[in-house]
């Protein structure tokens, strides 16, 4: 695999359940992020991790907790969501995520749906 | 409120012809701009940035054009080239390599 990956590609669940979405990045990067779009909406950051440590939560309900256990690899648990949570969720990589100027690299995205 | 906008949804042109896309801000405090592409089911694509200490960055057939007196910043796409034809966000970055979006610009270029 090459690039950042994430995994389910799309995902239905009920307001009840708990699941997690996963992403991959195999660039050697060190700063990874959590990004929703909404219908109609521009993408928007969620949470920010650099070295595996947090360092961005944009307000985020708690029924979203991320968890980057190392590096490479950036989960999103998701629980008792609401249906306006159904968005498009994209995660992405950088080398870095203080000082210079790192492109951010996009995975494909979950497509994720609350009913 | 929008920090980062763009005011065209979409943009219909002929191929071979210049695509110019536009993009607005209003917090000062941004020092990176970046255009990113994006086709149906996949990620945005990186495609070309600019750092504020310049106006004007150069890439192939495509050159980004900033006005930071203005807060304006533009993508111009030349010759356009049918598979040219996605999405383009505009991006903004703040401290922490926090990126803020615009709504992106659909463009369709036509054979």
């Known amino acids: 695999e090459t690039g950042v990956t994430q995994t389910p590609r799309h995902l239905v669940m009920g307001m009840t359940n708990k699941k997690s979405l996963k992403c991959e990045q195999h660039?050697?990067?060190?700063?990874m992020y959590w990004y929703k779009q909404s219908a109609k909406k521009p993408l928007e950051l969620m949470f920010v991790?650099?070295?595996?440590?947090?360092?961005e939560n944009n307000s985020v309900p708690s029924r979203f907790s991320p968890e980057c256990p190392n590096s490479s690899h950036l989960f999103l648990h998701l629980h008792t969501l609401q249906p306006e949570d159904s968005a498009l969720y994209l995660c992405?990589?950088?080398?870095?995520?203080?000082?210079?100027?790192?492109?951010?690299?996009f995975g494909p995205g979950t497509r994720l749906t609350v009913t | 409120d929008q920090q980062v906008k763009q005011n065209s949804p979409s943009l219909s042109v002929q191929e071979g012809r210049i695509s110019i896309l536009n993009c607005d801000y209003t917090?000062?405090?941004?020092?990176?701009f970046l255009w990113y592409k994006k086709y149906p089911a996949e990620g945005p694509t990186f495609l070309i940035s600019?750092?504020?200490?310049?106006d004007k960055n150069e890439d192939g057939r495509f050159t980004v054009f900033l006005n930071k007196s203005a807060k304006h910043l533009s993508l111009h796409i030349v010759p356009s080239q049918p598979g040219d034809s996605a999405v383009y966000f505009c991006?903004?970055?703040?401290?922490?390599?926090?990126?803020?979006f615009g709504g992106g610009t659909r463009v369709l270029v036509k054979p």
């Open positions: 992405a990589s950088s080398q870095d995520a203080s000082g210079g100027a790192y492109e951010q690299y």
């Open positions: 660039l050697g990067h060190n700063a």
């Open positions: 991790y650099n070295f595996k440590e947090q360092t």
């Open positions: 917090n000062s405090m941004f020092d990176y």
């Open positions: 600019i750092s504020s200490i310049k």
């Open positions: 991006a903004a970055r703040a401290a922490g390599n926090k990126l803020t």
